[in-house]
Nanobody, 115 residues
Framework: QVQLVESGGGSVQAGGSLRLSCAAS????????MVWYRQAPGKQRELVAA???????NYADSVKGRFTISRDNAKNTVYLQMNSLKPEDTAVYSC?????????WGQGTQVTVSS
């Protein structure tokens, strides 16, 4: 079965950095786009960053210049490097693999940024 597992979340001070990882199994990872989302309490889930199978990237305006999405197909892993973190970045971050007929989601990892 397909499984996505996020890791790397934690608590940091504003201005700090974290690197999130999403490890995939049960798929031909290199064939799929991967997407990072986040959801803060009381707010709708929003797209943070995406990377295509070819390596093209897109970012939400709120994180452009601060976050970088990348992938390592040999490790079946997608990363989200988060720099210059702000309190408003506090959320549960989840990875998503969009597939034909089904979307696969990880369980999420908490990121907390204190001021």
């Amino acid at each position: 079965q397909v499984q996505l597992v996020e890791s790397g979340g934690g608590s940091v001070q504003a201005g700090g950095s974290l690197r999130l990882s999403c490890a995939a199994s049960g798929i031909l990872f290199s064939l799929y786009a991967m997407v990072w989302y986040r959801q803060a309490p009381g707010k709708q889930r929003e797209l943070v960053a995406a990377i295509t199978s070819g390596g093209s990237t897109n970012y939400a305006d709120s994180v452009k210049g601060r976050f970088t999405i990348s992938r390592d197909n040999a490790k079946n892993t997608v990363y989200l490097q988060m720099n210059s973190l702000k309190p408003e970045d506090t959320a549960v971050y989840s990875c998503r693999l969009p597939s034909s007929g089904l979307d696969y989601w990880g369980q999420g990892t908490q990121v907390t940024v204190s001021s």
